[in-house]
């Protein structure tokens, strides 16, 4: 399993439940999606530095690409999150087990 980990600071960080439910909307339709979870941040620390997380898990590096040139996801984040984000920092990770 692939995960694609992406943290959101927001510009409005009273936005972040609207863009949880975006972010959920606009990616669960993804067939090659296997896995979504969306999280706020749940400590003072993660709230400092980060708004919104999204965890993607895919099965192969394969599927990883197609998800992240699909129309689907382009339009989410290049689209919708783009404008609402002061920053944005992704990373894919193998997980094991």
Do not use: H
Not at 5 to 10: A, D, G, H, N, Q
Not at 29 to 46: Q, R, Y
Not at 66 to 91: H, N, P
């Amino acid at each position: 399993m692939i995960e694609r980990i992406i943290l959101f600071k927001l510009n409005d960080p009273a936005t972040r439940d609207e863009c949880a439910a975006l972010t959920v909307a606009a990616l669960d339709k993804i067939d090659a999606i296997e896995e979504l979870s969306v999280g706020l941040p749940a400590d003072p620390s993660a709230e400092k530095s980060w708004d919104l997380s999204l965890v993607i898990g895919v099965a192969n590096l394969a599927l990883l690409d197609q998800v992240l040139e699909s129309a689907a996801f382009t339009a989410y984040l290049d689209g919708a999150m783009k404008d609402r984000c002061a920053v944005i920092k992704a990373w894919s990770f193998e997980r094991l087990g």
